[in-house]
């Protein structure tokens, strides 16, 4: 990687002023590492700012995610380059593509499908987050880690390995965490607010969730859906429905599963995780337009769920 990351130092230098944009309904890795990689920015001497479409209640406590716009004002316009952080796919920043259209695009990440659409990249599939990443990079840059940058890296590399429990959590992970508790992360914090933060709202949702499930014991897939309807019954918001697909995950013989959910606008969202080594979800996702990880992968398409005989379907 220190090849792409000397390229990638050099692709800043040229550029003063910086947008940075994470992908839509964004998790723990996505604001972690954009406000990570803000800070460091900011210390260089660069005018930057953070952006992100969607907003996220659950991930308010990390630092300076208070200050994340929506990608509409007149600095986003501005800013000489934009990079996209932990955004497999151009879609996942979720903006028109007018407004990215002519703009000189660097992309940081880790997702197994990214095509290295920038013309600066640090991409390694094989990191547990595109977090771990960041750390490896201010390491390699000798930036000295500042405590509100290691809870916010900590962060994507706990929250995307599952608490340290699925396929992406290595030895390399688990060392660059180890440092980073080292530096001062708040990971009391960290696990208070994505892990030990669910309401009677959240657990109501999951609740419908389970009830629905149903298991194909030949196949070992296991798969539910949330309606739209379920959200506001619950009185639940899109974050509470975070970690059902892993969940499912838990259950004995389980090689995959899936959360088929109803978005606003007519939209079906699937989740898709695994934790047997020889399936690869992101190759499952492909089949229906999404992307993601080898473990964790999603999709999202037209239409709305319906019961048949023969288990859950998409009716577009």
């Given at each position: 990687?220190?090849?792409?990351?000397?390229?990638?130092?050099?692709?800043?230098?040229?550029?003063?002023?910086?947008?940075?944009?994470?992908?839509?309904?964004?998790?723990?890795?996505?604001?972690?590492?954009?406000?990570?990689?803000?800070?460091?920015?900011?210390?260089?001497?660069?005018?930057?700012?953070?952006?992100?479409?969607?907003?996220?209640?659950?991930?308010?406590?990390?630092?300076?995610?208070?200050a994340i716009a929506k990608p509409t004002d007149e600095f986003?316009?501005?800013?000489?380059?934009?990079?996209?952080?932990?955004?497999?796919?151009?879609?996942?920043?979720?903006?028109?593509?007018?407004?990215?259209?002519?703009?000189?695009?660097?992309?940081?990440?880790?997702?197994?499908?990214?095509?290295?659409?920038?013309?600066?990249?640090?991409?390694?599939?094989?990191?547990?987050?595109?977090?771990?990443?960041?750390?490896?990079?201010?390491?390699?840059?000798g930036f000295a880690i500042t405590k509100s940058m290691a809870?916010?890296?900590?962060?994507?590399?706990?929250?995307?390995?599952?608490?340290?429990?699925?396929?992406?959590?290595?030895?390399?992970?688990?060392?660059?965490?180890?440092?980073?508790?080292?530096?001062?992360?708040?990971?009391k914090e960290i696990t208070a607010s994505t892990m030990r933060?669910?309401?009677?709202?959240?657990?109501?949702?999951?609740?419908?969730?389970?009830?629905?499930?149903?298991?194909?014991?030949?196949?070992?897939?296991?798969?539910?859906?949330?309606?739209?309807?379920?959200?506001?019954?619950?009185?639940?918001?899109?974050?509470?429905?975070?970690?059902?697909?892993?969940?499912?995950?838990?259950?004995?013989?389980?090689?995959?599963?899936?959360?088929?959910?109803?978005?606003?606008?007519?939209?079906?969202?699937?989740?898709?995780?695994?934790?047997?080594?020889?399936?690869?979800?992101?190759?499952?996702?492909?089949?229906?337009?999404?992307?993601?990880?080898?473990?964790?992968?999603?999709?999202?398409?037209?239409?709305?769920?319906?019961?048949?005989?023969?288990?859950?379907?998409?009716?577009?």
């Open positions: 990687m220190q090849n792409e990351f000397s390229k990638f130092k050099q692709a800043l230098e040229t550029h003063a002023t910086v947008a940075l944009i994470t992908h839509k309904r964004p998790d723990g890795d996505a604001f972690g590492s954009l406000l990570a990689l803000e800070e460091y920015l900011a210390t260089l001497g660069k005018t930057v700012r953070s952006y992100c479409v969607d907003e996220s209640p659950m991930l308010r406590f990390l630092p300076g995610a208070s986003w316009n501005s800013a000489s380059v934009v990079i996209l952080v932990d955004c497999g796919d151009i879609s996942m920043a979720g903006v028109d593509r007018a407004l990215l259209q002519g703009r000189t695009l660097f992309c940081v990440d880790h997702h197994i499908s990214n095509p290295e659409y920038g013309s600066a990249n640090i991409i390694d599939r094989a990191s547990s987050a595109t977090a771990e990443i960041l750390y490896r990079y201010f390491t390699w840059d809870t916010n890296l900590l962060c994507g590399i706990y929250t995307d390995t599952d608490a340290y429990t699925n396929l992406g959590t290595t030895p390399e992970s688990l060392s660059a965490s180890s440092e980073l508790l080292r530096l001062g992360a708040n990971f933060n669910k309401s009677i709202a959240s657990l109501k949702l999951w609740g419908r969730a389970l009830e629905r499930l149903r298991l194909d014991t030949h196949k070992g897939i296991a798969v539910t859906v949330l309606k739209h309807s379920d959200f506001s019954e619950c009185n639940a918001s899109p974050d509470d429905a975070e970690g059902v697909a892993s969940l499912l995950n838990h259950l004995a013989d389980v090689k995959m599963s899936m959360l088929l959910r109803e978005l606003p606008g007519g939209l079906v969202k699937g989740s898709l995780r695994t934790t047997n080594e020889l399936i690869d979800v992101s190759q499952v996702a492909k089949l229906m337009g999404g992307g993601g990880h080898a473990k964790a992968a999603g999709f999202t398409v037209q239409g709305h769920i319906t019961e048949t005989e023969h288990g859950w379907k998409i009716i577009k």
